[in-house]
């Protein structure tokens, strides 16, 4: 399984690297990444809509867990999950191990405070800090997954 870390302070030092081990698959040209956001921050939403198009990243929104579950209808299907730890309702110690279940994609968690290892043993991918900066957020998404293995469909 593939950890991911950004932060402010990575990310102005660069790009952050995965420790996998894994050779590195490029991401096509022109691909746009589904990544499903679960918030119900609806500033959040506002703030990150127009500008994740801008970078080749397609989000749909989830309030819930169960509307998360629905974005599915229709054949749209997520290649990463990102998940705000501060949604209420959720049970956060077992939401990643939830959203892998149900998606069988990488999970990346955004959290209000600087916790990677506390993203680590909640099972998540990956970390980001609140508030989420559009660029840290598609490096961290677009390490992710050059660096997991092919094994979905």
Aim: one cysteine or more; a negative charge.
């Amino acid at each position: 399984m593939v950890r991911v870390i950004v932060d402010s302070e990575a990310q102005s030092a660069g790009s952050p690297r995965s420790h996998s081990g894994l050779a590195k698959a490029p991401i096509q040209d022109g691909h746009q990444t589904c990544v499903l956001f679960l918030t119900d921050d609806p500033f959040l939403r506002g703030e990150l809509d127009g500008r994740l198009e801008q970078l080749k990243l397609h989000p749909r929104w989830a309030a819930t867990f169960e509307e998360a579950l629905a974005t599915t209808d229709g054949g749209w299907a997520p290649e990463v999950v990102v998940v705000d730890l501060l949604i209420p309702r959720t049970e956060r110690y077992t939401i990643c191990s939830e959203l892998r279940a149900a998606f069988g994609v990488p999970v990346i968690v955004v959290g209000d405070q600087p916790s990677p290892s506390r993203a680590t043993k909640l099972g998540a991918d990956g970390f980001l800090n609140a508030p989420i900066n559009p660029h840290s957020l598609t490096t961290i998404v677009r390490d992710i997954l050059s660096s997991e293995p092919k094994t979905r469909p």
